[in-house]
């Protein structure tokens, strides 16, 4: 019986040896990728929910590897952030988004193109000089700053700095920025934490989604977020809705907008004109 002990501790310590290992693996791959340029986005409809036409699309980043093919952020993003090599990729995501919609509007002129939503991490809005970066971004590609939205987490206004945090927000929203609030439900903010803050759109996090259809406490919440937030001029965003019948519900709550596989799953940026064109002809 010692004797098995033993020889499971030594697989304990080579399991998390090798896991060290696939961490700094996948760090030093991710490095190079960073400067190697090997990024893509995709990019999601945000859809008015009535009409099901896209008002906006969600920016999403893909790691192109050489030999793994396209690689999903679930796999890098923690890594990336731990690293603070999610600061030179988001910079690049921010920038790339941005010559995106640039494109849109020259494309779909003179007819209005949809906004991009960009997801901002908690290091890059840390990094002395992001507000300065967005405006230099929005300048050198000619986008209008109503045409931009960024994606915060609620978990990024839980920390100290808090007070800067807000700041900063307000400045980027005073230069016509809309700010969207990520995966609202799933921090521990209440509902008035909303009143008050220069937040534009909040977006309801999938998994209170999934369940509205099955249970009370999640409609119950559901809905008194979307009432809250309308009474406070903001607007909502229901994310992975993957159903009609989810769709329904929502639409019974007064939700605007939403997003999910229903519609579309992110598309590439070939895929992403052909359907605009199918959806608005
Ligand atoms: P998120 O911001 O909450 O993005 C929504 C995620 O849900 C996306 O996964 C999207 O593909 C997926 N999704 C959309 N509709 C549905 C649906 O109907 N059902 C299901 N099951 N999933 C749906 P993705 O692209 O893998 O991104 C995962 C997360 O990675 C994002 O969650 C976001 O937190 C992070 N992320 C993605 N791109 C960026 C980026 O450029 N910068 C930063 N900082 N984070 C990013
Ligand atoms: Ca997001
Ligand atoms: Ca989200
Ligand atoms: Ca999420």
Known sequence: A????????RRYQRHLHDEMVERLELRSALDHAVNEGHF??????????????????????????????????DQFIEVAEESGLIVPMGRWVLEEALRTVADWRRILAPAPAPYMSVNVSVRQFREPGFVDQVRAALHHTGVPPESLMLEITETLLMKDDEQRVW???GTLREMGIRIAIDDFGTGY?????????????????????????????????????????????????AEG???????????????PLGQGFLFSSPLGPTEVLAWMRASTS
């Open 167 to 169: 700041a900063d927000l």
């Open 241 to 255: 809705i993957e159903d009609v019948a989810h769709r329904d519900v929502l639409l019974q709550l007064g939700c």
């Open 40 to 73: 893509l986005l995709h990019y999601q409809p945000i859809v008015d929910l009535p009409t099901g036409a896209a008002v906006g699309f969600e920016a999403l980043v893909r790691w192109h590897h050489p030999t793994r093919g396209v690689i999903t952020p």
């Open 189 to 237: 903010s209440s509902l008035g934490y909303l009143r008050q803050r220069p937040i534009d759109v909040v977006k309801i996090d999938k998994t209170f989604i999934d369940d509205i259809v099955v249970s009370a406490q999640p409609l119950a919440l559901v809905g008194g977020i979307i009432s809250l937030a309308r009474s406070l001029q903001m607007t909502i965003v």
């Open 2 to 9: 010692k004797g098995a002990g033993k020889n499971q501790w």
